[in-house]
């Protein structure tokens, strides 16, 4: 794909590595933006590399024959004065291309059978805002046409859940130029909303979390303290209050280890579970934004463990069985992953080997599979990261446990432990977060439930129809009775729409249930229940719906429809 980029624009190629989803290659053209519309000409420049079977030939040069070489080319040369620390290294040549590579490669271009330029987007040199704009294509390939089909036709089906259109299909949310990132929720957006928070706190209080509430802006001398102004300064919204650097917050642990310092605590506290939905802000490029995936304002459903070092193991498996609950009411498979210490490291290592210790004896007792991220941990501390997998067979990672040895130190947390003598000892901190970003998560619902949410997070739970206007106030009573029981229900009077089309109209918004209300419904007070996969559950007492309804808002079922 650099070749035909090279080839077709000119210009400057930069990057280009491979990703989960394919590859891109960067490149930096003047007076010419990319578009779809160019994609055909580069595909059929590609399929030509691929009939001439090119080789990939690796090459070893000196830096200061690259130098010569790529002198036309501004930012191979920083790559090569910035990146490159040896006399030689490798570049690989394919037909006219010559780029800087480590492979790497298949034997030649004709071993690449299928393929697609699937976008393009702008973004910055190294993804930095204050750098030189790029323009970036995006591609992918496969060992056969079937496997690209196959992917294209996916493809497809993602497009029809993607969360933003079904956001605007079914009001849930929309985001504004006037705050970019920062993401509007309409009623039936917050209602799902309120509902995760709802079904975190009925489970916070019977598993030992106690709720508190924090200050959205922090003096910088608090990041200092913890670490953040060296390691998180740039993501960070920054702004001056009477001479003195502030900060919105973009997490809550520094706050609740100042809610911990406040008088001193006893090991008989331990393990004391703090839990926050505060609002977060994290400074991201406007274009890494998309839609509720990368967001700049958002909540967590966040929670921080203050407990003793021989705590650590119970507290984790406590985490996981916690994760795995939730995860099984709202219908995902789980995946885990061991992140361990990064190169940016806070702390010492012997530290961090116990710290990963414990949380790979926790997995280990948990009894799922777990695999190992190699350097993918937090700078603080070693981290148990959970993918989930949708529908689609998509994974999405919203979940995090991660295990804190630095926090205490910096903040200098101690308590009182059992000895005669009243010694101190440092607690250690649980990072913990289930549902991780709300706005995350419910883009991962949104596209994994596409439109058919269960009853107890359904926006959509009840449609009353009445048969004809003569019906109309008694449908506005039900209406109003299921309303003052707690529910999302809507009554259609729309003179315009025959009966039929009503009902079709509320299959296709996926309400739940949809209550049919006529002459004998009236006189008998009751209501004829349908679903939205039209199950016809048949005549029932107003008093009766409600009371399924409650039921299944309470126990969280998936398949309240059925089950009526």
Same mark, same amino acid.
């Given at each position: 794909?650099?070749? @035909?980029?090279?080839?077709?624009?000119?210009?400057?190629?930069?990057?280009?590595?491979?990703?989960?989803?394919?590859?891109?290659?960067?490149?930096?053209?003047?007076?010419?933006?990319?578009?779809?519309?160019?994609?055909? @000409?580069?595909?059929?420049?590609?399929?030509?590399?691929?009939?001439?079977?090119?080789?990939?030939?690796?090459?070893?040069?000196?830096?200061?024959?690259?130098?010569?070489?790529?002198?036309?080319?501004?930012?191979?040369?920083?790559?090569?004065?910035?990146?490159?620390?040896?006399?030689?290294?490798?570049?690989?040549?394919?037909?006219?291309?010559?780029?800087?590579?480590?492979?790497?490669?298949?034997?030649?271009?004709?071993?690449?059978?299928?393929?697609?330029?699937?976008?393009?987007?702008?973004?910055?040199?190294?993804?930095?805002?204050?750098?030189?704009?790029?323009?970036?294509?995006?591609?992918?390939?496969?060992?056969?046409?079937?496997?690209?089909?196959?992917?294209?036709?996916?493809?497809?089906?993602?497009?029809?859940?993607?969360?933003?259109?079904?956001?605007?299909?079914?009001?849930?949310?929309?985001?504004?130029?006037?705050?970019?990132?920062?993401?509007?929720?309409?009623?039936?957006?917050?209602?799902?909303?309120?509902?995760?928070?709802?079904?975190?706190?009925?489970?916070?209080?019977?598993?030992?979390?106690?709720?508190?509430?924090?200050?959205?802006?922090?003096?910088?001398?608090?990041?200092?303290?913890?670490?953040?102004?060296?390691?998180?300064?740039?993501?960070?919204?920054?702004?001056?209050?009477?001479?003195?650097?502030?900060?919105?917050?973009?997490?809550?642990?520094?706050?609740?280890?100042?809610?911990?310092?406040?008088?001193?605590?006893?090991?008989?506290?331990?393990?004391?579970?703090?839990?926050?939905?505060?609002?977060?802000?994290?400074?991201?490029?406007?274009?890494?934004?998309?839609?509720?995936?990368?967001?700049?304002?958002?909540?967590?459903?966040?929670?921080?463990?203050?407990?003793?070092?021989?705590?650590?193991?119970?507290?984790?498996?406590?985490?996981?069985?916690?994760?795995?609950?939730?995860?099984?009411?709202?219908?995902?498979?789980?995946?885990?992953?061991?992140?361990?210490?990064?190169?940016?490291?806070?702390?010492?290592?012997?530290?961090?080997?116990?710290?990963?210790?414990?949380?790979?004896?926790?997995?280990?007792?948990?009894?799922?599979?777990?695999?190992?991220?190699?350097?993918?941990?937090?700078?603080?501390?070693?981290?148990?990261?959970?993918?989930?997998?949708?529908?689609?067979?998509?994974?999405?990672?919203?979940?995090?446990?991660?295990?804190?040895?630095?926090?205490?130190?910096?903040?200098?947390?101690?308590?009182?432990?059992?000895?005669?003598?009243?010694?101190?000892?440092?607690?250690?901190?649980?990072?913990?977060?289930?549902?991780?970003?709300?706005?995350?998560?419910?883009?991962?619902?949104?596209?994994?439930?596409?439109?058919?949410?269960?009853?107890?997070?359904?926006?959509?739970?009840?449609?009353?129809?009445?048969?004809?206007?003569?019906?109309?106030?008694?449908?506005?009573?039900?209406?109003?009775?299921?309303?003052?029981?707690?529910?999302?229900?809507?009554?259609?009077?729309?003179?315009?729409?025959?009966?039929?089309?009503?009902?079709?109209?509320?299959?296709?918004?996926?309400?739940?249930?949809?209550?049919?209300?006529?002459?004998?419904?009236?006189?008998?007070?009751?209501?004829?229940?349908?679903?939205?996969?039209?199950?016809?559950?048949?005549?029932?007492?107003?008093?009766?719906?409600?009371?399924?309804?409650?039921?299944?808002?309470?126990?969280?079922?998936?398949?309240?429809?059925?089950?009526?």
């Amino acid at each position: 794909m650099g070749e @035909a980029m090279e080839r077709h624009y000119g210009g400057c190629l930069c990057y280009g590595p491979p990703i989960e989803d394919g590859f891109y290659y960067d490149a930096s053209i003047e007076g010419r933006q990319i578009s779809s519309n160019d994609f055909p @000409a580069l595909e059929n420049l590609m399929n030509k590399i691929t009939k001439e079977k090119q080789p990939f030939e690796r090459l070893e040069m000196t830096k200061e024959d690259l130098l010569k070489m790529f002198e036309y080319n501004k930012f191979k040369v920083r790559i090569l004065n910035e990146k490159v620390t040896t006399p030689t290294t490798t570049v690989y040549r394919c037909g006219p291309l010559i780029d800087l590579c480590l492979g790497p490669h298949v034997r030649h271009t004709g071993k690449i059978k299928a393929f697609a330029v699937t976008k393009n987007s702008a973004t910055y040199w190294e993804g930095k805002a204050d750098m030189e704009s790029l323009q970036r294509v995006y591609g992918i390939s496969f060992p056969d046409g079937k496997l690209l089909k196959e992917w294209k036709q996916q493809q497809e089906e993602a497009a029809l859940r993607d969360h933003r259109k079904l956001g605007r299909d079914y009001e849930l949310f929309f985001f504004n130029e006037l705050s970019p990132g920062s993401c509007f929720f309409y009623p039936k957006g917050a209602h799902i909303y309120n509902k995760l928070i709802e079904l975190m706190r009925s489970e916070y209080r019977k598993r030992g979390f106690q709720e508190v509430i924090t200050p959205n802006m922090f003096n910088s001398k608090l990041w200092v303290t913890s670490g953040h102004w060296e390691h998180y300064k740039d993501d960070m919204f920054l702004f001056e209050v009477e001479k003195e650097q502030f900060a919105l917050k973009p997490m809550n642990c520094p706050s609740h280890c100042v809610m911990f310092l406040q008088r001193p605590r006893s090991w008989r506290e331990l393990p004391l579970r703090y839990a926050d939905f505060g609002a977060l802000h994290r400074n991201e490029l406007s274009g890494a934004l998309t839609g509720l995936t990368r967001v700049r304002r958002f909540q967590q459903d966040d929670a921080h463990i203050f407990c003793t070092p021989e705590q650590i193991t119970s507290e984790i498996m406590n985490a996981l069985v916690f994760l795995k609950d939730i995860y099984d009411i709202l219908g995902f498979e789980l995946t885990l992953a061991l992140s361990t210490r990064p190169d940016n490291f806070l702390g010492d290592i012997p530290t961090w080997d116990e710290a990963e210790k414990s949380l790979a004896t926790a997995l280990d007792a948990f009894g799922m599979p777990w695999s190992t991220k190699e350097k993918d941990g937090a700078f603080y501390g070693p981290k148990i990261d959970i993918s989930v997998t949708d529908a689609m067979r998509r994974k999405n990672q919203c979940a995090t446990i991660q295990l804190d040895f630095q926090l205490p130190i910096r903040f200098n947390l101690s308590y009182v432990t059992a000895d005669e003598g009243g010694t101190k000892s440092r607690p250690v901190i649980i990072h913990r977060a289930i549902l991780g970003s709300l706005e995350r998560m419910i883009a991962c619902l949104t596209e994994n439930y596409a439109g058919k949410w269960p009853f107890w997070l359904s926006p959509n739970q009840v449609m009353i129809v009445p048969v004809a206007s003569a019906f109309d106030e008694y449908g506005l009573n039900v209406r109003q009775q299921i309303w003052d029981a707690g529910f999302m229900v809507e009554c259609d009077l729309d003179p315009g729409t025959t009966f039929n089309k009503k009902i079709r109209n509320a299959q296709l918004m996926q309400y739940n249930f949809i209550l049919v209300c006529g002459e004998k419904e009236m006189s008998n007070k009751t209501v004829n229940v349908r679903t939205r996969d039209n199950v016809v559950h048949g005549e029932q007492t107003v008093d009766h719906v409600c009371q399924r309804l409650k039921h299944f808002a309470e126990s969280r079922v998936r398949e309240a429809d059925e089950k009526f």
